[in-house]
């Protein structure tokens, strides 16, 4: 009936290794400004998060490196690297790009492989540049545990905590919406 429950059924019965989340709603929402892309994003995290940290089971996040349809949004630096930034914010273990590749139609991938030969598009060079900004981050985090994700804006996202609930902050101010992950070591 939900996501969440699915979430449960799939944890209990299957008992998996991993919790994988295919979450590309940043492209088909046109970056958040669909109505509910903003709310589906973080809600579905949200509940696979949760659903990790009750059984104990590894959390990863692929995020969307192309365009999924010629009407959707391209990807930009600031959309792949919000992608990552949040994945490891809810404390990804893995992270990993859907799809470098452009078979099935998929717009402005990373490797244009339609004449034969892999071809390095722009796409590309802006998922290695984010690819090295959150490679030292992720390395750092990794051996670290995650305490829990923190929200400027909880408007609309199910149990999501305020990041005055967060217990290693004193204090936080932003103009912008913020997300923030706990990490202790």
Not at 45 to 55: F, G, I, N, P, T
Not at 88 to 115: E, M
Not at 133 to 151: Q, S, T
Not at 158 to 180: H, N, R, W, Y
Request: charged share 20%; with cysteine.
């Amino acid at each position: 009936p939900s996501y969440g429950e699915y979430l449960e059924q799939f944890a209990t019965i299957v008992k998996p290794d991993a919790i994988s989340l295919d979450n590309y709603r940043v492209i088909i929402s046109e970056n958040f400004k669909a109505k509910g892309g903003r709310e589906n994003y973080f809600n579905n995290m949200l509940q696979a998060r949760r659903v990790c940290d009750k059984y104990d089971i590894p959390f990863q996040f692929i995020a969307c490196c192309n365009q999924l349809r010629d009407w959707l949004t391209i990807p930009t630096f600031s959309n792949l690297a919000f992608q990552a930034y949040s994945a490891l914010a809810a404390g990804a273990r893995v992270f990993s790009w859907f799809l470098y590749f452009g078979r099935g139609g998929y717009l402005y991938s990373p490797i244009d492989d339609t004449t034969g030969e892999d071809i390095k598009t722009p796409t590309w060079y802006l998922l290695r540049e984010v690819n090295r900004r959150i490679l030292p981050l992720g390395e750092a985090l990794f051996d670290m545990e995650f305490k829990g994700m923190y929200f400027t804006n909880t408007e609309g996202l199910g149990g999501a905590k305020s990041v005055a609930e967060c217990p290693a902050l004193k204090q936080f101010t932003s103009d912008e919406e913020c997300m923030i992950g706990h990490y202790a070591d």
